[in-house]
């Protein structure tokens, strides 16, 4: 409401136009303010891609994949995420990343590209416990759930479910409960199953959001062989659901009884209705598509007036602009006679000063002249001694002679001594690109599901040691690094980002461990980028 009541926001900066338009769009999906068009948020997304604040970068950019992804565009909606994750590795904000990454797995999810969510679902999850959000991680523990469903990873689904559980604490969110129990139907385990569902009943906000739970109810009766109580519970589904997807869920296990009790009449018709309810489903859908279509070409017709109307105001205007015009010409006029007439005055007096300068530089040229004839007068009569002070200069002209052979010789052995050194730069340079093909260098640098052996880590440091000498040196003299420490130094050296160093030594935060390694070796504060500067140097 605040941010609404902004008048002439057209007068805004461009800095402060995109901060406002970004805080607005923020705004609007904090209070699910049904989104039109991305023509606002893109304002302060052109704007903040050509700058270094990382953080409002990526907003602008994650909100613009949400904006696209209500609209029906799942391909730009990727686009903009993805341009938001560009510069993860540089952004602290955990909150902001988690919901990134979530929203992109679950924009995969419903694409049906289980494998490409996967990855970005787990990191929503490293991101909330990063954050000590425990909701934050619930829901994102559900989600990666059902991924792990979808892909036939039903073991792994139910550990989502029930760490989220655990990380409820006192707040119990109910669609969680209902989907491990849906798991734990189809594990055979109906009375673990009932009793979640039972939990979930007890603590739904609305009556609306008992369905979902009926259907699962529904189900475990089903596969109970409690037809009765099925038929209730998916009944209800069926005739009070506020979702379509409910009652076709209702209506699908109905049938399915109705086929199992041979019931081929009841089981046509309500087989009939479900394709009814699956094309119902189809025709909203459309429906709102063109319904959001309907509300851009409104938001068009509404910018169109607005820009009518401020050629109106442009016009009432031009009469009171053309006085101030004049009386800004005429007042112009008077300012450049008084600005010619000074700079007149000043040319003048400045000629009078230069003839004063020119004549005490004649006098000074006078008073010099009778001085270097007394000069003159006097080097004539020490001439003669200068003559003996010759021979002793032709005597040290030949020492400096014999001196310069000398220092041309040293200078020859240095030059050779520099292109020994090159060639023993480009055969370190050789040794670490050979290296650097090695299958253990890209081991190192991509640890998904690999721990090295101490073997292989005694490779590594002999490798870095022979191509770098002076960096094995260097550490060799900090003999208080304790074996983490050292391997930290060496990943760094071999340019491992700092995620995949974490998994390698399984460790939360590599960012402290690296501000605390720039203190021990430079005895001095700094920042974890301090530290891969600094190793980076040791040559």
């Known amino acids: 409401m605040l941010l609404e009541q902004i008048e002439n926001k057209e007068n805004l900066s461009r800095k402060d136009k995109a901060h406002y338009y970004l805080l607005l769009t923020e705004a609007q999906n904090k209070t699910y303010v049904t989104h039109t068009t991305d023509s606002l948020i893109s304002i302060a997304a052109d704007y903040y891609k050509k700058t270094d604040d990382l953080g409002r970068k990526a907003k602008a950019w994650y909100y613009k994949g949400r904006i696209n992804q209500d609209l029906g565009y799942p391909l730009k909606a990727q686009e903009y995420y993805l341009k938001a994750l560009r510069d993860e590795e540089k952004i602290e904000d955990h909150a902001l990343?988690?919901?990134?990454?979530?929203?992109?797995?679950?924009?995969?999810?419903?694409?049906?590209?289980?494998?490409?969510?996967?990855?970005?679902?787990?990191?929503?999850?490293?991101?909330?416990?990063?954050?000590?959000?425990?909701?934050?991680?619930?829901?994102?523990?559900?989600?990666?759930?059902?991924?792990?469903?979808?892909?036939?990873?039903?073991?792994?689904?139910?550990?989502?479910?029930?760490?989220?559980?655990?990380?409820?604490?006192?707040?119990?969110?109910?669609?969680v409960y209902t989907e491990l129990a849906d798991l734990y139907i189809k594990e055979k385990r109906m009375e673990e199953a009932y009793g979640l569902l039972q939990i979930s009943l007890r603590n739904i906000a609305k009556p609306k959001a008992k369905f979902p739970i009926y259907l699962?109810?529904?189900?475990?009766?089903?596969?109970?062989?409690?037809?009765?109580?099925?038929?209730?519970?998916?009944?209800?589904?069926?005739?009070?659901?506020?979702?379509?997807?409910?009652?076709?869920?209702?209506?699908?296990y109905l049938k399915e009884i109705a086929l199992a009790q041979k019931q081929w009449e009841q089981a046509a018709l309500l087989s009939k209705r479900y394709e009814l309810s699956h094309d119902s489903i189809e025709k909203a859908q459309q429906t709102e598509l063109i319904r959001k279509n309907q509300a851009l070409y409104d938001y068009t017709e509404m910018e169109q007036e607005l820009w009518n109307a401020r050629l109106y105001a442009s016009g009432m205007r031009y009469q009171y602009t053309m006085s101030v015009i004049g009386f800004l010409t005429t007042l112009c006029g008077i300012i450049l006679y008084f600005i010619h007439y000074t700079q007149k005055k000043k040319i003048v007096m400045k000629r009078l000063k230069e003839s004063e300068s020119l004549i005490q530089k004649n006098e000074q040229t006078i008073q010099e002249l009778s001085i270097l004839k007394d000069s003159l007068l006097?080097?004539?009569?020490?001439?003669?001694?200068?003559?003996?002070?010759?021979?002793?200069?032709?005597?040290?002209?030949?020492?400096?002679?014999?001196?310069?052979?000398?220092?041309?010789?040293?200078?020859?052995?240095?030059?050779?001594?520099?292109?020994?050194?090159?060639?023993?730069?480009k055969e370190r340079e050789d040794l670490l690109k050979q290296f650097q093909n090695t299958q253990l260098y890209h081991k190192f640098h991509s640890p998904i599901d690999w721990q090295p052996?101490?073997?292989?880590?005694?490779?590594?440091?002999?490798?870095?040691?022979?191509?770098?000498?002076?960096?094995?040196?260097?550490?060799?003299?900090?003999?208080?690094?304790?074996?983490?420490?050292?391997?930290?130094?060496?990943?760094?050296?071999?340019?491992?980002?700092?995620?995949?160093?974490?998994?390698?030594?399984?460790?939360?935060?590599?960012?402290?461990?690296?501000?605390?390694?720039?203190?021990?070796?430079?005895?001095?504060?700094?920042?974890?980028?301090?530290?891969?500067?600094?190793?980076?140097?040791?040559?």
Not at 132 to 161: E, P, W, Y
Not at 219 to 245: G, M, T
Not at 388 to 412: F, G, V, Y
């Open 378 to 425: 006097q080097d004539i009569r020490t001439y003669k001694d200068n003559q003996e002070q010759l021979a002793q200069t032709n005597e040290r002209l030949e020492n400096l002679s014999r001196i310069k052979a000398r220092l041309e010789e040293e200078l020859e052995t240095e030059k050779n001594k520099c292109i020994t050194l090159s060639k023993w730069k």
């Open 453 to 539: 052996t101490e073997e292989e880590w005694n490779t590594l440091f002999a490798s870095v040691d022979k191509d770098i000498p002076k960096f094995a040196i260097a550490l060799e003299g900090a003999t208080w690094l304790n074996e983490t420490e050292k391997k930290i130094c060496y990943l760094t050296k071999i340019n491992v980002k700092p995620k995949a160093i974490a998994l390698l030594l399984n460790l939360e935060n590599v960012s402290v461990y690296r501000k605390r390694l720039y203190e021990k070796l430079k005895n001095e504060r700094g920042t974890a980028k301090d530290f891969d500067e600094y190793i980076a140097k040791l040559q």
């Open 97 to 175: 990343l988690g919901r990134i990454h979530n929203h992109i797995g679950m924009l995969y999810t419903y694409q049906k590209v289980y494998d490409k969510a996967l990855p970005f679902q787990k990191k929503a999850v490293e991101n909330f416990h990063l954050l000590k959000d425990s909701t934050g991680q619930v829901f994102a523990l559900r989600n990666l759930g059902r991924t792990f469903l979808m892909l036939g990873h039903q073991d792994s689904a139910i550990i989502c479910n029930q760490k989220a559980i655990a990380l409820m604490g006192e707040k119990t969110i109910p669609s």
């Open 216 to 252: 699962v109810l529904g189900q475990l009766h089903k596969e109970n062989n409690q037809i009765d109580s099925a038929r209730f519970y998916l009944q209800a589904c069926v005739d009070s659901a506020p979702l379509p997807e409910t009652r076709a869920g209702g209506l699908f």
